[in-house]
């Protein structure tokens, strides 16, 4: 995919699970296989997660095209470059680093960068992100994003901090263009497979009712 496929897919989606911990190969891809069957199209694997590059290599090299499938945790050019070698399809930061987003630029990847501010978000935007990363979005909640939208309604948003399956309508209410979800879906210590696909389907489900309710 390019970049604009890449953006498209995960607007599409609207979750991106967040994989963070020490996984055994075997059970990152017993996790894809769950949040595939979920209906999570878009996983993130953290870089300070253990083995976090050849657990990218794992996935890619198993679902292809079936799960789109980045790196998170992205803080240098070192990172993005480790990344894309991994397989990476897209990257996430938890800052805006500028030297790093004009490397994903120059090789033609999405990258979303963290933003809380709306300057931060404006010169992510202007250095050509189409999509940031809002975080931590649960410190001020929907109300904060909507009136971060209100002048910077061109910014695709993507809150991450706190997002679940009960208060994820409100942020679709305020303008959210897609998602991160950490613990809510994917826990550190994850052993019940079967439970990982249902939390999945839930939030999935959460998401497509909001967005039928509220137009997005």
Do not use: W
Not at 3 to 15: C, E, F
Not at 53 to 66: C, M, N, T, V, Y
Not at 94 to 104: C, G, H, L, M, Q
Not at 139 to 148: D, F, I, K
């Amino acid at each position: 995919m390019n970049a604009t496929q890449v953006d498209a897919a995960l607007r599409r989606s609207g979750i991106i699970a967040i994989v963070r911990g020490n996984f055994p190969h075997e059970t990152l891809l017993r996790i894809g296989e769950a949040l595939r069957k979920g209906g999570v199209a878009a996983v993130e694997v953290t870089l300070n997660s253990a083995g976090a590059l050849a657990g990218i290599e794992a996935l890619r090299r198993h679902f292809g095209e079936e799960l789109l499938v980045g790196a998170g945790t992205v803080r240098t050019v070192a990172d993005v470059d480790a990344a894309l070698s991994a397989g990476a399809a897209f990257l996430v930061s938890p800052n805006f680093d500028p030297e790093s987003v004009a490397r994903s630029r120059q090789v033609g990847v999405v990258h979303l960068p963290g933003v809380f501010t709306a300057s931060e978000a404006q010169a992510a935007h202007a250095a050509g992100c189409r999509l940031v990363k809002l975080f931590p979005a649960d410190a001020l909640g929907p109300v904060y994003l909507r009136a971060l939208r209100a002048p910077l309604d061109d910014v695709g948003f993507v809150p991450t901090g706190g997002i679940d399956a009960t208060n994820l309508a409100e942020y679709v209410r305020a303008g959210a263009a897609a998602f991160g979800v950490g613990g809510a879906l994917v826990r550190k210590d994850e052993d019940d497979i079967e439970a990982l696909a249902t939390r999945a389907r839930a939030l999935v489900g959460a998401l497509r009712r909001a967005r039928e309710a509220y137009g997005s």
